[in-house]
């Protein structure tokens, strides 16, 4: 969603306006203290600052602290390892409730219960851009201008309409450029940018952030990681859920391992912090996991579904739309399946229906 831009935006205004010293620290850089049980933020803030050369010594910093002189940006908790987060977590709170003159602002993907207790923190959400706020984040961008104004034309003509949703991410929005960039174009076939949505999430995304890389903790490759997810989408799809507690999350998951037996063994709870926090496709909220965006569920479906034999791809699919509504016709499920294999889509759900029209009207 943009959450580190937002801060660099945050931090030159609190620069320009002079009141106090933005301090933006990336969080994920605590990662690389193994041993935290005997440190403090104020030593981990201070190293920071000192590796840039402010020359502070921990009495001017500490004085400066109670002095209320900063505002302190702490960028992408959600990218802490999940070993220390517990730890960091009181860290940091002790940190902000020490030094109360201050100000915190921290941002994070939504990650639901790790933030009980953060009661002196206000919750705020980014907000969707509007049409125009798509077309400006584009013409910001550091891109090949000529692609850049090929999108721009297609982005205000129809583009923005057809993928609102994605439009008004800043994340997917950057996505589509890529991909318009790479396909000269869009490509009409959903599934083609969902595939490029998810590769992008889960490798190139971080590939922006130095040497950092986004912490795989199940320890699956892309399509052993893509197999498991295709699998859960597919029976969650099925069953008309589209949020699920952490039980029932659970229960699919380790159905999914038992079921897919070519997939190497991984931790159920590692994989599912991974759907949240690195690959980004489940959000929590409350006690309710759901899709980050429901179109994925739809595209896991629809690839977990071209696994199924012929028999079982016939039986599913017809008794779907049977005991459906006519909407379901005009669902993307469909129009995902087709693309991905549409020889197999005419015969297995489209032959016996065209059939039985063909014997009606020609009697």
Not at 114 to 136: H, M, T, Y
Not at 280 to 285: A, D, G, K, S
Request: charged letters at 25%; one cysteine or more.
């Amino acid at each position: 969603i943009g959450k580190s831009m937002l801060f660099k935006h945050l931090f030159i205004e609190c620069v320009q306006l002079g009141e106090f010293i933005p301090i933006l620290v990336e969080l994920r850089s605590l990662n690389n203290f193994e041993r935290i049980d005997n440190t403090t933020i104020e030593d981990l803030v201070l190293s920071t600052l000192n590796n840039q050369r402010c020359g502070l010594s921990i009495e001017q910093f500490k004085y400066s602290l109670d002095m209320g002189c900063f505002i302190f940006l702490l960028d992408g908790f959600d990218e802490i390892k999940s070993s220390i987060a517990e730890k960091i977590t009181r860290l940091l709170l002790d940190f902000c409730n020490k030094y109360s003159n201050n100000y915190f602002i921290l941002s994070s993907r939504p990650i639901g219960y790790k933030f009980i207790g953060w009661q002196d923190f206000r919750e705020l959400q980014v907000r969707p851009l509007n049409k125009s706020q798509a077309i400006e984040l584009i013409t910001k961008l550091d891109y090949d201008s000529n692609v850049k104004q090929v999108f721009l034309e297609e982005l205000n003509r129809n583009l923005y309409k057809k993928y609102t949703t994605f439009a008004s991410n800043p994340l997917l929005l950057t996505i589509m450029l890529i991909t318009f960039d790479a396909q000269a174009g869009i490509p009409e076939k959903l599934n083609d940018f969902f595939e490029q949505a998810f590769l992008t999430l889960f490798q190139a995304h971080d590939a922006t952030k130095g040497t950092y890389k986004r912490e795989i903790l199940s320890q699956l490759g892309y399509e052993e990681f893509k197999t498991i997810l295709s699998y859960f989408s597919f029976q969650t799809f099925f069953s008309s859920e589209f949020e699920f507690p952490y039980s029932r999350l659970n229960e699919v998951l380790e159905k999914g391992k038992l079921k897919l037996l070519n997939i190497k063994p991984f931790i159920t709870d590692d994989y599912i912090n991974d759907l949240i926090n690195s690959v980004c496709m489940l959000v929590q909220e409350g006690l309710k996991y759901k899709f980050s965006h429901r179109s994925f569920q739809e595209y896991f479906a629809a690839l977990y579904t071209t696994r199924l034999t012929d028999s079982e791809q016939k039986q599913l699919v017809i008794k779907w739309l049977k005991e459906g509504e006519l909407v379901y016709f005009k669902h993307s499920y469909l129009r995902m399946l087709f693309d991905l294999q549409p020889k197999r889509f005419i015969i297995n759900v489209m032959y016996k229906g065209l059939q039985e029209l063909w014997n009606v009207y020609t009697k």
